[in-house]
């Protein structure tokens, strides 16, 4: 079966790819690369993937294509399925004999609940999809297809055996391959990365058992699956040939750090390649492992901080103490080293006093650059779990966790913290952060360094503040 993977139209400007861990429209413009549907790509021959959001195609630009396709298979969340529904029943109509699959952590959670929310598909996957779209794409009957619940001719759902977790990742093709052929390189932006950049996984899964992360929750588990060593070295220098415009290349596992010594060899290959990377790491990477990877072309390390009070660290069983993270933000001060904290505003335990001291510990480690998220209570997650046990959810359900428009939404409530105090620290935080000597020099320095980024630094805070605007706006308009 000729084979369409979709990450379809949505909201305007919404990252939900299947490499985004918060699908929401940002405060700034950028998209992750669709790296799970790639994967899956890789192992069907002469398949094509559009990633619609980054290129600006509509579902129409679409539609345009389906002749050419017998199957699709499309990337939806839980902020999405609905518009994701609807683009299902427009494919259907255009063309009533093609397949179509959903797939991503929200099927795998609730399949049964995804295919009553789009009558229109004919299956969901129930874990990784990889080997389900090549079985499907090789015409294989669906009741045949392990891991996924379809849809029989008089409309019931049967759900298949599950499918055992890919143990073997070096069997699947690289993914670069997919993105040179399919993807427009230069569309794809992260604020803190340079540009362009490339996103990739070594492995899966995530030993760390953080009560909101939604990928080890839900289709990568707790297990750390890696690829060969040798396998991930090989992609790179095919990668340094096939993508020459390429800046840096960013290593997306839950944890890349989690396995040092193969995290230690990996950074020795990446050195002698002469690259420039970056990569997710948690805050407990010991100096001399630091030390390999700087003197092998590490740049950056996005790191999960999330917050500086100790108890909610301990609720959200983050596997953290804040000493700890203190000397690891020195060490990668004194190495050099730069860092994108990420924080989560709202958390169980969350107090207006504890939200200042979040603050005043971002001053303290001062990381290049930072992203403030609202707790999102995903589906399939221990957070979604103690949400509804406590009642926690704002509104009747909570559901949805993005605004019309695709922003994100503060869906958790409080009795001392309700959901239009947590928007106010949003900003409040951004502004706090940003606006003040060190970040003005540094973004300052940054730009009169390259005119490029000059450029886009400009845009970027242009985009900010048009994001904020537009969201006290929209907020006070439900207010009233």
């Known amino acids: 079966m000729k084979t369409l993977l979709l990450n379809p139209p949505s909201y305007q400007g919404f990252d939900g790819g299947a490499g985004s861990r918060y699908q929401a429209r940002r405060e700034v413009r950028s998209f992750w690369y669709p790296t799970w549907l790639a994967q899956a790509a890789a192992l069907v021959p002469e398949s094509v993937l559009i990633d619609a959001p980054p290129d600006g195609l509509t579902l129409e630009d679409v539609i345009d294509r389906l002749a050419e396709f017998d199957l699709v298979v499309i990337h939806t969340s839980t902020p999405s399925l609905p518009q994701d529904a609807k683009t299902v029943a427009r494919l259907r109509e255009v063309k009533p004999r093609l397949c179509i699959g959903l797939v991503g952590p929200h099927t795998m959670v609730l399949p049964e609940e995804t295919l009553r929310t789009a009558p229109a598909a004919d299956f969901a996957a129930t874990g990784e999809f990889d080997y389900v779209v090549k079985e499907v794409a090789e015409g294989r009957p669906l009741g045949d297809v392990a891991g996924i619940v379809w849809r029989r001719r008089d409309g019931s759902l049967e759900r298949n055996p599950d499918r055992p977790p890919i143990r073997d990742l070096d069997a699947i093709p690289f993914v670069t391959d997919v993105y040179a052929r399919d993807l427009t390189i230069e569309n794809y932006f992260i604020g803190y990365l340079l540009h362009p950049y490339v996103s990739l996984y070594t492995g899966r899964g995530c030993r760390s058992r953080c009560t909101f992360c939604l990928w080890p929750q839900t289709i990568s588990g707790h297990v750390y699956r890696t690829r060969s060593v040798e396998h991930v070295l090989a992609e790179m220098a095919h990668a340094r040939e096939l993508l020459p ?208 980024l000059m450029k886009r630094r400009l845009r970027e805070g242009w985009e900010f503040f048009s994001f904020m605007a537009r969201r006290r706006h929209r907020r006070g308009d439900e207010a009233t």
Not at 247 to 275: K, Q, V
Not at 299 to 318: H, T, Y
Not at 319 to 346: N, P, Q, S, W, Y
Not at 442 to 448: A, E, P
Request: with cysteine; proline share 4%; charged share 25%.
């Open 245 to 452: 415009q390429v800046e840096e290349f960013f290593f997306d596992d839950d944890t890349f750090t989690d396995d040092r010594p193969r995290t230690e060899r990996i950074a020795l290959g990446l050195g002698e390649l002469g690259l420039t990377w970056s990569c997710n790491a948690k805050a407990n990477v010991p100096y001399e492992t630091l030390r390999v990877m700087r003197e092998n072309g590490l740049r950056l390390l996005l790191v999960g901080f999330e917050s500086g009070n100790q108890q909610i660290l301990n609720n959200i069983r983050k596997g953290t103490k804040i000493e700890r993270v203190r000397k690891f933000a020195e060490d990668c001060h004194e190495l050099g080293i730069l860092m994108h904290g990420t924080f989560v505003l709202g958390l169980p335990g969350e107090t207006r006093e504890t939200i200042e001291q979040t603050l005043a510990f971002a001053k303290e480690i001062d990381p290049y650059s930072l992203q403030v998220s609202l707790a999102a209570p995903y589906p399939g997650t221990e957070l979604y779990r103690q949400a509804v046990a406590n009642g926690w959810l704002a509104g009747s359900s909570g559901a949805g966790l993005v605004q019309s428009a695709g922003i994100q939404e503060a869906v958790l409530s409080y009795d001392d913290l309700g959901v239009e105090a947590i928007h106010e620290a949003l900003e409040r935080f951004y502004r706090s952060f940003y606006l003040r000597p060190g970040p003005i020099l540094r973004i300052l320095r940054d730009m009169l360094r390259d005119r490029q």
